[in-house]
């Protein structure tokens, strides 16, 4: 089987990708030292979502591709919720979630698992991500493995509004404290209280190089914290413009890691070089991700990076979902007999016999 470069992904435009054989031991990324004592700045006007009124727009050449949109004759899976899962962890809060299921799902066969942080936001299918298209698409051409897709919001408690693609709960929900926060009560949200409950409907792997968890910002932090605390359940991390920066102690993971014993776990970052740009390093969401890069390449993680041009938001994220997607699933089990026509073919819609 190909694999991609554990170098970045060099080139990326678009929807057109170009990837390079890995070398043998590829190198860490280079970090730039940061000024020894920076004062705070306000990012640049560019260094929104948006385009910034005195820039160009980083964001232009970001489009998604054919994988990301709906196409003829591929089965579509069923996307069921929204559930309520009432927290012990966080008393007096809710997280409301939906279970994507595949069309080839079959319940006497074990599902792998991806789940999915401000889940609003990827199963918003006028928005930049639009995994449920994604998952379909890439199932039915075996790219992915027959997998359960969950999309979660953050906690809420009930009187508080529940997060839309356009206001991800920041100010009105538990988001900030639950997911930028290094320890393990989120973690347990999704292990000891998430888990479970999708156990008890779906039929899904134990095996926790079947688990998958990503998010985008402060989402991407979050999947990165449940891996880490607990990669007994949890192996391979998708990170967009992930926060790794000091909003509640997140710049401290490049320590950690380099302290602490390896973990089992794959990790995808991408990030922009026009992403919440400042003057204080702790606070500078690009130079924080290419030291967390850095940190994992030095440690002999299986760790893949891409570094765009664009801002902090999901443009180049949503392209490359994809792609990021097949790089931490790519040794799901394929038979390369010839004769296997199952295989070969398409993977089409499971239909108990009758």
Known sequence: MNRVSKG????????????????AA???PAVTPAPAAAPAQAAPAQAG??????????????????????????PKGMLNGPFTLPSNVFPGTQHTYWVYVPAQYNPAVEAS???????????????????????????????????????????RRPDQPEPTPREWGDRTTNRPEEYNTVDDRYPRVIVDELLPALYKDYNI???PNRHGIGGSSSGAIAAFTVAWFRPTHFSKVLSTVGSFVNLRGGDVYPELIAKSEKKPIRVFLQDGRNDNRV?????????QN???AKALTDKGYDVNYTWGIGLHGQKQGGVILPEMLRWLWR??????????TVERGFQEAYSPKQ
């Open 49 to 74: 979502r948006g385009r910034g009124p005195a820039g160009p727009n980083y964001n232009a050449f970001y489009k998604l591709g054919a994988d990301s949109m709906p196409q003829d004759g591929v």
């Open 279 to 287: 003057a204080d390093p702790r606070r500078d969401w690009f130079y």
């Open 113 to 155: 698992l991806m789940v999915f942080q401000d889940g609003q936001a990827y199963i918003d299918m006028n928005g930049d991500l639009r995994a449920p298209n994604v998952l379909d698409n890439l199932i039915y051409r075996h790219e992915l493995p027959v997998m359960i897709a969950v999309f979660i919001n953050p906690g």
């Open 290 to 292: 290419v030291r967390l």
């Open 26 to 28: 590829a190198p860490a």
């Open 331 to 340: 040794d799901h089990p394929v038979s390369t007999d010839y004769r296997d």
């Open 205 to 207: 792997s134990k095996d």
């Open 8 to 23: 970045f992904l060099a080139g990326l435009i678009g929807a057109s990708l170009s990837f390079a054989q890995a070398p």
